[in-house]
């Protein structure tokens, strides 16, 4: 054996080539003799059986290699020289030593189809022939350069199959030459399915067993489908003509052990489907693989159970090289397919972590470089639980061809998405994972993510992620143990855990909050950037004064990264006016084992998943009424009922006792006495906020944090009052609004009492003004509605005006307006003018009952006047109005009553009668009111009103009050 320097490969011409053709045989093929044993027809699932064939080798000075080919249907130990497949002398023969000691041997065969029928995908399957072979292996005759029997089973079995290669002098390793990638995988099902079709067609014995390796024949053709070989006699030139090349490597240390010669046994067979397998020296380029499956028009993929390719692929866990003989057990060539149980036990390298991810919604993955040098992500791939595999590119190398570098310099972070089948990319986005279009995704019920990378060729765990335990609803409860997520928001490790043992701790991890860079307005991810602290957490709202109580109502609301540790922080209520500024206020209602004016989150407590807690006050019985309130998630105080009226604050003082947050707050605004409590923490952030207004019976405001959690360390920008609580749930923006009044008009000179206004976001405080009138105080019924005066309006004007309505200045809203949405009326009776009817009545019926809530009967009033209502029909420009009033009341002289629009009902002489209904007001005891009917002739603004006698200008005729109808409503 000759000695060459590692630095240049041994590539040789064949010298000497001699080829023992025995061809394979068809059974019932025409024009050939029948075989001794008839063929038995193979199950659908096997490929058809053709024969087998033994190819012989021969390294060295003067390589060589023959084949001997046995048809279909003969006895193991006959031959046959007449067949449908011939193996010609190589057409090209190499071998060469590498720099590791490994020498490689590459034998290219003609073959040819000389059947009449084609074959599809000529397909070697190894073999191990238990009569002959060595090792459990598909080797025989197995000799060293002297000649001599090497019959130890570790040589036969230190043979390894592969793609054919070529030496590359840059890196000193083998490199896949892609015309000599002819090796394949196949699954142990396909063996099995193989072997017993081949034992049923004589080709091997019942001792002999089928391996999950092979080689391909190639047509010699440059389009089409590059597996077909054509039936002979095909016009084209060599288009029955194929090459196939059989590859090995061997052990090349001591020249005594080291096979020279040996004789491999493969079983032939015509298989339907056409699949290209990644070897295992091409593990770290997934492009080859891609690369050949296009070329060949490949229907099928076939990776080995530690590849990378994350392409539609069949993995083959750890396939059979070799058989169990002897004390040996069965050999299996690359790693085996990993498991999640796989991925829980491996150690991990630890120098990429996973730093942040988003499983819900528009899915990411971030990375961090924790070593000391730059990486190229090239190198690595995630996995998840399901087993999908997605290899890191660069953005600018979707496909993966180009090979671009995807570097990360050290300490650094990269985020990537799921590479798409179009369109483009994220801004910023460093990484794309999976091949284009890729179906890599994270489960949004929890998953088991890992990095993967290559070490030495073997796959390798480089960091773990299990967030199987995942927690994506706010209302369930959190344990050490689970991972949080929450719909559009990451999650991200905490900024000062950065390792890949931190990050397999749950509460490491929590929901983005803020920028690392320090508070601003809440951000739903850091990708690509410094990740910030899990330990942050912030005062977000309070319901300091309740409606009538506070006992069991009032709360104070945190809003931290979902899923960080809260537990053992405590939040105090301190006094910032007078002598006692800075202790803390106490009101005696607090539990056992509390602190009065503080409280202490239980140990443990973790931020649900929307990143907001709720701390409820409870009554002495253990119970609240907060609205949203959630057991086991949100948290319950005997002491949080804050002191009432402002010139107070808040502190949210972390376990560690560092101040977390605080909001000072004043009625007017002032500064609090001090600007430090017992602790030695301040009381507020630059200017102290509003103290929302004296709640109602019904209604109250709290004080909250400005939407998205915005926090500019100033209390009087971050924080408003908030008509609308929300505890438990995200705060928003006021949205203060007015809609309708009713009643919508009044007299002018006695206004309007009690009409109910509805809109949003109505505060206690709540002022209306109508035109040029003083603002008069409402009274909010709920952050919808309200009752308000109108009071008289100035020199007693008549005619539409605006209505404004004004909350406190603690909500920051700018004021409603309702454009000519309020009318100041007078009544037109007894003044003769030419707008006061000439005739009115209240015409059916004079009296009746009705329940409160329910609509009365029909009601009829008549009208006359001159050259407007004897034409038939509705009278053009005439408003007809029925309302009610209190009992005994003059709906001119009271501001009391309620009109409601009446419609024409028919004509009756030269009157025209009208008809309405409305729903009678709530009453708690048997209640006796008036009602009438009233009409204008401009608009609404002059009415005449109308009595069972009849009033109007006409002679003889008056409004008299004591002549009203009556209606009596039952509670």
Not at 952 to 965: C, D, K, P, R, V
Request: net charge negative; with cysteine; charged share 15%.
């Amino acid at each position: 054996m000759m000695t060459v320097p590692p630095t240049a490969p041994r590539s040789r011409t064949p010298l000497r080539l001699t080829a023992l053709l025995l061809p394979a045989l068809l059974a019932g093929c025409s024009g050939r003799p029948a075989p001794a044993t008839p063929a038995v027809t193979p199950p659908p699932s096997a490929p058809s059986v053709r024969g087998a064939v033994e190819l012989t080798f021969e390294l060295g000075a003067h390589p060589s290699a023959q084949a001997t080919v046995r048809a279909a249907g003969l006895r193991p130990q006959d031959l046959r020289l007449d067949g449908d497949v011939t193996f010609d002398r190589p057409a090209a023969f190499t071998d060469y030593d590498d720099t590791t000691g490994f020498r490689y041997m590459n034998a290219t065969f003609t073959v040819r189809n000389v059947s009449a029928q084609a074959l599809e995908n000529l397909t070697l399957y190894a073999y191990n022939r238990a009569s002959t072979n060595v090792g459990g292996t598909a080797l025989k005759n197995v000799t060293n350069a002297a000649g001599q029997s090497l019959a130890d089973a570790s040589v036969a079995r230190s043979v390894l199959p592969m793609h054919g290669t070529a030496f590359d002098a840059l890196s000193g390793t083998s490199a896949v030459v892609p015309t000599q990638a002819d090796f394949q995988v196949f699954t142990a099902a396909e063996a099995t399915a193989l072997e017993t079709a081949a034992r049923s067609a004589n080709v091997i014995a019942a001792e002999d067993q089928v391996l999950q390796y092979g080689y391909s024949a190639r047509n010699l053709n440059t389009s089409g489908n590059r597996r077909r070989l054509e039936a002979a006699g095909c016009g084209a030139p060599g288009c029955d003509t194929g090459r196939v090349t059989v590859a090995v490597r061997v052990p090349n240390t001591n020249v005594a052990s080291n096979p020279y010669r040996f004789t491999m046994t493969f079983v032939l067979a015509d298989e339907a489907v056409t699949r290209v397998s990644q070897g295992v020296q091409e593990q770290g380029d997934d492009s080859l693989v891609r690369t050949r499956a296009a070329d060949v028009g490949a229907s099928e993929v076939r990776v080995l159970g530690d590849s990378s390719y994350d392409g539609a692929a069949t993995p083959v866990c750890a396939p059979r090289i070799a058989v169990p003989a002897g004390s040996d057990g069965a050999l299996t060539l690359g790693g085996d397919c990993p498991t999640t149980a796989g991925v829980l036990a491996a150690a991990e390298t630890g120098r990429v972590i996973i730093s942040e991810f988003q499983a819900l919604g528009s899915e990411f993955v971030e990375v961090r470089n924790v070593s000391g040098a730059a990486v190229d992500l090239r190198n690595f791939w995630l996995r998840n639980a399901a087993g999908q595999l997605a290899r890191l590119r660069a953005p600018t190398d979707l496909d993966g061809r180009s090979g671009t570098p995807a570097l990360l310099a050290a300490g650094a972070s990269a985020y990537g998405v799921a590479n798409p089948a179009g369109g483009a990319l994220p801004a910023g986005v460093n990484f794309v994972y999976g091949a284009p279009g890729t179906p890599f995704t994270l489960s949004d019920s929890g998953d088991l993510l890992a990095l993967m990378t290559r070490v030495g060729g073997a796959a390798t765990l480089e960091d773990r992620v299990d967030f199987r335990t995942f927690v994506t609803n706010p209302n369930t409860p959190l344990t050490a143990s689970s991972m949080v997520g929450f719909a559009g928001v990451s999650t991200q490790l905490d900024s000062a855990a950065g390792t890949a043992a931190a990050n397999n701790t749950p509460t490491n991890w929590c929901g983005s909050l803020y920028l690392s860079s320090g508070r601003g307005n809440r951000v739903t991810n850091t990708a690509g950037s410094a990740n910030s602290s899990c330990q942050v957490a912030a005062i977000n709202e309070v319901l300091i004064d309740a409606p009538a109580a506070d006992d069991g109502k009032t709360f104070v609301e945190l809003v931290g990264p979902g899923g960080a540790l809260i537990g053992g922080a405590r939040v105090n209520d301190v006094e910032g006016m007078g002598t006692s500024a800075g202790a803390l206020n106490v009101d005696n209602d607090f539990a056992p084992g509390e602190t009065d004016g503080t409280f202490v989150i239980p140990a443990g407590t973790r931020f649900p998943a929307d990143g907001i807690l709720l701390i409820a006050d409870a009554t002495t019985a253990g119970a609240t009424s907060v609205p949203g309130y959630v057991a086991g998630v949100d948290v319950l105080a005997r002491d949080m009922d804050m002191e009432n009226s402002g010139g107070d604050a808040i502190q949210l003082v972390s376990a560690g006792g560092s101040l977390l947050d605080t909001v000072g707050h004043d009625v007017s605004g002032n500064a609090l006495a001090v600007n430090t409590a017992f602790n030695g923490l301040a009381l507020y952030e630059s200017a102290t906020a509003l103290t929302p207004s004296v709640s109602t019976a019904t209604a109250a405001a709290t004080l909250a944090r400005a939407a998205l959690g915005a926090d500019t360390n100033n209390n009087r920008v971050d924080f408003y009052a908030d008509p609308s609580p929300t505890p438990g749930d995200a705060n928003d923006a006021v949205n203060f609004t007015a809609g309708a009044l009713s009643p919508d008009d009044g007299p002018a000179t006695l206004g309007a009492a009690n009409i109910t206004v509805t809109g949003t976001d109505f505060s206690p405080g709540l002022r209306l003004t109508a035109g040029s009138a003083a603002p008069s105080a409402c009274t909010v019924l709920s952050p919808t509605a309200a009752t308000c005066t109108v009071p008289a309006n100035v020199g007693g004007a008549t005619g539409l005006v605006n209505v404004r309505l004004q909350n406190p200045a603690s909500v920051a809203a700018p004021d409603a307006v309702l454009a000519q949405a309020f009318t100041y009326t007078a009544a037109e009776n007894e003044t003769n003018s030419a707008a006061e009817a000439d005739f009115c009545t209240l015409q059916f019926p004079a009296t009746f009952s009705v329940n409160q809530g329910q609509r009365t009967p029909n009601l009829y009033g008549q009208v006359y006047e001159a050259g407007l209502t004897e034409a038939a029909g509705a009278p053009a420009n005439l408003l007809a109005e029925v309302g009610y009033g209190p009992n005994t009341s003059s709906p001119l002289s009271s501001n009391a009553w309620r009109f409601f629009p009446a419609t024409y009902n028919v004509q009756v002489g030269n009157n025209d009668e009208f008809v309405g209904t409305f729903t009678a007001p709530v009453v708690t005891a048997s209640t006796t009111y008036a009602y009438t009917f009233r009409f204008s002739q401009d608009g609404g603004v002059r009415w005449t009103y109308c009595d069972v006698n009849g009033a109007g200008s006409g002679a003889g005729l008056t409004f008299e009050s004591t002549q009203l109808g009556s209606m009596t409503v039952a509670p």
